[in-house]
């Protein structure tokens, strides 16, 4: 097998990575609805029809899965930019050898733009999750 398509194969391998950790992060915002519409129905179910009263403890519980949900989604999109920045540095030093064959240095990709915090705070993520949260919170002091 010749350099080059070595690197071809590596970069399949590093795309093929990325694409399963943005759909793992897609699966995480699903099962979180998933849950999230669970709860509520048994919140639904619990209500008195005379009073319209229910029991909104289930609305309460709706936001530990969905902060879960929130550090996990965030978690994959951590990892698919690491592997991003590993296509791009492969990509990028293509007659060099910096990144050795089928090597994934993740641990080489703790730079800002890799940061936990700031992928968790991400215009991607904290926007849903947030309004979810802040959502199930005020429904839970109206009802």
Not at 69 to 85: A, H, M, N, V
Request: charged letters at 25%; one cysteine or more.
């Amino acid at each position: 097998m010749e350099k080059e398509d070595k690197k071809i194969k590596h970069l399949e391998f590093i795309q093929a990575n990325i694409a399963r950790m943005n759909q793992c992060s897609f699966k995480m915002k699903g099962w979180m609805i998933t849950v999230i519409s669970a709860l509520l129905a048994l919140f639904a179910a619990s209500m008195n029809v005379e009073t319209g009263d229910g029991n909104s403890m289930f609305i309460y519980i709706a936001i530990a899965p969905t902060l879960l949900f929130w550090i996990l989604d965030s978690y994959y999109l951590q990892q698919e930019r690491k592997f991003r920045g590993i296509y791009n540095d492969i990509i990028r030093d293509l007659d060099e050898d910096r990144i050795k064959e089928f090597a994934m240095p993740l641990e080489n990709y703790n730079r800002r733009k890799y940061c936990f915090f700031r992928v968790l705070f991400s215009k991607t993520e904290w926007p849903l999750y947030l309004l979810v949260v802040v959502g199930l919170a005020i429904s839970g002091k109206m009802l």
